[in-house]
């Protein structure tokens, strides 16, 4: 069965470099290894969700620069379809560079995200909701992202939260998010630690709540129940993105398994991907 994604948020361009560290002040450094792609939050969810089986669409700003045929050719190859919120602009898409340090698989990213390329609900196009089963919001399209929310709520399709750190207008959209799977670097406002992140986000209602900590174990909250959901033990070449792999796996996943199921195995993909060096050449390993 074919489950069809709609993730909403960033679209960047991604160059992409491995080296023995990130550069200090004034050094030049030759890269060993480099790659492009698309890619942002949700958009490498999208691409790890179709790569999965489902059919994906990212709405996001992506526009008519000539960069971004580097975004619509990387989308195509992975079957991901594009529902732009600003087709008509002829801005430079955000582009972050990124260097992987190639001895720990840690990465630094420069990047300006969607600040520069935000957009309204009046750019949502009519007939983005024709058999969606899953919807994933990132938070960088915070106008957009609301009412896709609220929508997608009254419609009984599951809301996913990538809350990889805050940002502001998550408050008023987290009510309508089922499915609120954070990084450890996600602090809403007065919240310090894990445990308060978990009283603020289960407060509002959010029924499944999981927070994520890189190699260390998962922690959850669900159903009133408390536990952790171990992640595999591996050696990473690339970190890079790991992230929003999980994101687009546990999308897949939740559809068909339980929350803990869903976590586990979109961990297990997540770490299969940080083998690899770049977002997309775990793709080809199989």
């Known amino acids: 069965m074919t489950n069809f994604g709609l993730f909403v948020g960033l679209v960047t361009l991604d160059l992409i470099y491995l080296a023995e560290s990130a550069p200090k002040n004034n050094q030049k450094l030759v890269a060993t290894d480099y790659t492009v792609a698309a890619g942002g939050p949700a958009t490498n969810a ?27 050719t990387d989308l195509a190859n992975y079957k991901v379809a594009i529902a732009d919120l600003y087709p008509s602009t002829n801005a430079a898409p955000p582009i972050s560079s990124i260097i992987v340090t190639q001895a720990t698989g840690q990465r630094a990213v420069v990047s300006i995200n969607a600040v520069k390329t935000q957009s309204t609900s009046e750019a949502i196009p009519p ?37 990889g750190s805050w940002k502001p207008g998550f408050a008023e959209l ?5 499915y609120a799977v954070c990084s450890a670097n996600f602090y809403p406002p007065n919240c310090h630690t894990g445990e308060e992140v978990f009283t ?35 050696q990473p070449v690339d970190t890079l993105g790991a992230g929003d792999i999980f994101h ?7 559809l068909g398994k339980s929350f803990t199921d869903a ?24």
Request: a positive charge.
């Open 248 to 254: 687009g796996a546990f999308c897949h996943y939740i």
């Open 46 to 72: 999208a691409v790890t969700f179709s790569h999965l089986g489902n059919q994906a669409t990212v709405l996001g700003v992506v526009g008519s620069h000539p960069m971004t045929q580097l975004i619509k």
């Open 200 to 234: 603020y986000l289960n407060a509002l209602g959010i029924p499944h709540i999981a927070i994520t900590h890189g190699e260390k174990p998962i922690q959850y909250l669900s159903g009133g129940k408390t536990g952790v959901v171990n992640v595999p033990i591996i």
């Open 174 to 178: 987290l009510p309508f998010v089922d």
């Open 127 to 163: 007939d983005i909701w024709q058999n969606v089963d899953i919807v994933l919001i990132d938070g960088h399209q915070i106008a957009v992202s609301k009412v896709i929310a609220q929508i997608a709520k009254n419609q009984n399709i599951p809301v996913v939260i990538d809350g």
């Open 263 to 286: 976590l586990t195995n979109a961990a297990n993909i997540a770490a299969t991907s940080c083998k690899f060096f770049g977002t997309r050449r775990w793709l080809d390993s199989k």
